[in-house]
């Protein structure tokens, strides 16, 4: 009975050591907890935690401006392309080369020729569609500048002829045909102007209605050329009547035209060549 006791007191002595020290039963161990406060440290209570109750940290935010989604080369939500013209490349050009393309448009004194030449060099770099944009968005600030209206006529007629037959090439020739107008609204003797609106619907097969206007007006431009001061420029008008007319078949019709243009510029190699084929 003595030992009977002892062992009892022994117990419940243990028993409240055990409380005292630990805070809890013997039957459950202590727990330690685990740091909080911070994107990278394990919660237990953190939403999104998984079937083991803890959530993983979370990935770092996007870069501002970086692309969401989409075509991650051109940086468009599910889109490429888009672009009257053609596919653009990946690489728009940067700023300094588009305004360095756009202020060798925009020199003065470059003649039709060496101008043409430009607008060549600038199709075969890929940035004729650009530069043409940037001159729409100057023909929108400067609405009376008859330099930029005529640049912007005559980058959107390229546009068109590169478009082929594509849908968006009837967008190039509304924006080149309003430049050319806003152009002659502004100077209606313009000899530029009235030549670029009349190749621009001469050469058009969108339906004869576009192309008799611009045979008419290659016709009304040729008389009042003749009434003019001569300027080797007004060749080009006859050049484009006869070759209207030859690539309809009527021969006879063009000859008679490159003939009256040769009488008037007799050094011209160009009227001359088309006479001798």
């Known amino acids: 009975m003595k030992w009977f006791l002892i062992s009892f007191l022994a117990s419940v002595l243990f028993y409240l050591t055990w409380n005292f020290l630990f805070g809890g039963p013997l039957s459950s161990p202590p727990e330690k907890t685990l740091p909080t406060g911070g994107e990278d440290s394990l919660s237990t209570s953190s939403p999104g935690a998984g079937a083991s109750g803890v959530s993983l940290p979370r990935p ?70 650009e530069v043409v944009r940037a001159l729409e968005e100057k023909a929108g600030e400067r609405p009376d500048d008859l330099k930029i209206l005529l640049l912007l006529g005559e980058g959107a007629r390229r546009m068109a002829a590169l478009a082929a037959g594509g849908p968006e090439r009837e967008d190039w020739i509304e924006m080149a045909d309003q430049a050319y107008e806003r152009a002659l609204g502004r100077n209606p003797d313009n000899w530029e102007a009235r030549f670029g609106r009349a190749a621009l619907l001469a050469s058009t097969p969108a339906g004869p209605g576009r192309r008799v206007d611009g045979e008419n007006r290659l016709k009304e431009l040729i008389r009042w050329q003749e009434e003019k001061t001569s300027k080797q420029v007004f060749s080009k008008t006859y050049l484009l009547l006869g070759d209207l007319y030859a690539r309809e078949g009527n021969r006879e019709e063009a000859r008679k035209i490159w003939e009256r243009g040769l009488a008037r510029f007799p050094e011209n190699e160009e009227l001359r060549k088309r006479l001798e084929r």
Do not use: H, M
Not at 96 to 110: D, H, N, R, S, T
Not at 118 to 126: H, I, Y
């Open 60 to 129: 770092p935010k996007p870069l501002a401006g970086a692309p969401s989604g989409g075509d991650t080369k051109t940086g468009t939500a599910g889109k490429k392309g888009g672009n009257p013209g053609g596919a653009v490349p990946a690489g728009r050009a940067s700023d300094p080369v588009l305004e360095a393309a756009l202020g060798q448009v925009l020199k003065e004194g470059l003649s039709l020729e060496e101008r043409a030449r430009l607008w060549d060099d600038l199709a075969r770099r890929g940035l004729l569609e």
